[in-house]
């Protein structure tokens, strides 16, 4: 038979429904092939999609990425909540000594802990991973308004910006590599997760940074008259007014004693009372003893008594010593026995005032000491200290002239101020602004308010930080009103700063914050 025989008597086959064995059979295996292709295709893919989950499980993809918080329509991961949470929880720990004393216990979960009426009432019901929470988010709404301001305004951050976060970038990765481990492995034993890696880390904090720039140049903006001020100090005098005296200090306080067996024995309330009794008559003598003209601090040495003299005492509240010394009635050389609790002052008032001296800024670059090799007990320590304060005194030489053979300018001095000082104040040129009067270690402080400074003048200083190269840029604001314009500048900042996120809209993603905290 032909081949086209055969193909015309299979086609005429097939139409009248006849199947060929042999070609069923063929089609049959290939039914069966395709169904194994597609079913192990099947299993390929499940098997990828398991081992893709497995991944994403073991790097926390999903619980980063995932949505935690939106805020005015712009999203956040559980990695960036957990950045800010954390940035909360361990500055309300480092803030508040007694954080136990309120109930909180650190070693189990914030979620399983409801605070008491007995705390802080306000918030009273909810657990501390709650009231942790809202401050991280509050914080990221503040940000991010603030944030948005500052570009519609065209604001120019301040170098010290870039220059803090790469040294704070930097000073990460130095813990890193000290502890043998790469900067997303530390930030993980630091954190307790893997959520917030170097990337989150960095992003977050530069938008913190830009936020602290921005919120200072707005707090710098806020300015007042003088009749504000005036105004705001005559309706609290004692806020702003120093005093000067001299006291001496008699307890009256009765000691404990030891029994035969070694145990402290509480005094009695008898003899409470004798010893009480006996410091006030002390006093009294010694009170009628300096009005008989005899000095004070004699009469303190004699007595083996605490004697004080303070020429700028500033006024605090329900303190006995102080609410004398404030009252409106005193006059210069009043004296009297003064009673707190179990302890009597014989004071002397002298005077009452306002500071009226100027304040100052000035700039500063600090050159601190190398760290030594040495021990205290060793034996060669005394010399290398003294080598380590001489080398770092050279340094301070070295840069002053440095800055003396160039530009020899405010801004030149502020560019050298942060590149080379080891001091905070570096980001902002090394400037400190209305410095006051015992603002500042005593040799700083004296360098600054001499009589004969001048804007302009340069020195080093030497203190207990080390050495200090010192620009004196000029007087400001007297101190009063540094001070009052300080309390009216506290103020506004506050209301400011709560303002920022006042109307934002603030959405939980529930998913998301199962990975928070």
């Known amino acids: 038979m032909s081949a086209s025989r055969e193909k015309q008597n299979r086609q005429e086959q097939a139409s009248s429904g006849w199947i060929d064995p042999k070609t069923a059979r063929e089609a049959q295996q290939r039914k069966q092939e395709k169904r194994s292709n597609t079913l192990y295709g099947i299993i390929a893919v499940v098997f990828v999609l398991v081992a893709a989950a497995a991944i994403l499980y073991r790097s926390n ?16 991961s559980a990695a960036e909540v957990s950045f800010y949470y954390q940035n909360a929880y361990r500055s309300f720990l480092s803030n508040t000594s007694y954080f136990s004393y309120l109930g909180m216990d650190t070693s189990t979960s914030l979620k399983d802990q409801t605070i008491s009426e007995d705390t802080v009432e306000t918030i009273t019901g909810q657990t501390w991973y709650d009231f942790i929470l809202n401050q991280a988010l509050t914080q990221m709404a503040q940000i991010q308004t603030a944030l948005n ?66 919120a200072n140049a707005h707090a710098g903006s806020l300015s ?48 409470t009372a004798a010893a009480k009794e006996a410091a006030k008559s002390k006093a009294d003598d010694m009170l009628a003893s ?47 026995v003064v009673e707190s609790g179990s302890t009597y002052y014989v004071v002397v008032f002298h005077d009452r ?23 205290s007990e060793d034996e060669g320590y005394d010399e290398e200290q003294s080598q380590l304060s001489a080398d770092a005194k050279l340094k301070a030489e070295e840069l002053l002239e440095q800055w003396r053979s160039g530009e020899a300018t405010e801004e030149s ?17 090394g400037l400190y602004s209305r410095v006051c009067q015992g603002d500042m270690v005593e040799a700083f402080n004296d360098w600054c308010f001499d009589p004969a400074r001048q804007s302009g003048d340069t020195d080093i200083v030497e203190t207990e930080y080390g050495y200090h190269v010192m620009y004196f840029v000029g007087y400001d604001l007297p101190a009063w009103q540094v001070a009052v314009t300080d309390t009216l500048k506290n103020e506004d900042y506050a209301a400011w700063e709560e303002g920022l996120a006042a109307e934002s809209t603030i959405t939980r993603g529930d998913f998301g914050l199962k990975f928070v905290g």
């Open 61 to 76: 993809i999903i619980p980063k990425m995932s949505t935690a918080a939106t805020i005015d329509g712009e999203k956040y």
């Open 149 to 214: 301001q500052a570009e519609e305004e065209g604001f120019t951050y301040p170098a010290g910006v870039q220059a803090q976060y790469d040294d704070s970038m930097s000073t990460l990765e130095s813990a890193a590599q000290a502890s043998g481990v790469s900067v997303n492995q530390y930030l993980t034993n630091v954190f307790g997760n893997n959520l917030i890696t170097e990337s989150v880390y960095g992003d977050q904090l530069m938008r913190m940074l830009q936020f602290d720039a921005y």
């Open 224 to 271: 007042y008259d003088e009749a504000k001020l005036e105004e705001t100090y005559a309706a609290n005098p004692n806020d702003y007014d120093k005093v000067s005296y001299e006291s001496v200090t008699i307890s009256g306080t009765a000691p404990s004693t030891t029994d035969e067996e070694g145990n402290t024995v509480e005094p009695t309330e008898e003899e």
């Open 290 to 336: 300096f009005r008989s003209g005899s000095e004070l601090g004699a009469l303190a040495e004699a007595q083996d008594a605490t004697y004080n003299e303070n020429d700028r005492a500033s006024y605090s509240a329900g303190s006995a010593l102080s609410e004398w010394l404030f009252d409106d009635a005193r006059t210069a050389g009043d004296s009297a």
């Open 353 to 375: 005032f306002r500071e009226e001296y100027d304040s100052i800024n000035v700039r500063h670059i600090l050159v601190q000491p190398s760290t030594g090799t040495l021990s």
């Open 413 to 429: 001095f502020a560019t050298l101020a942060m590149q080379e000082s080891t001091d905070g104040s570096k980001y902002d040129g």
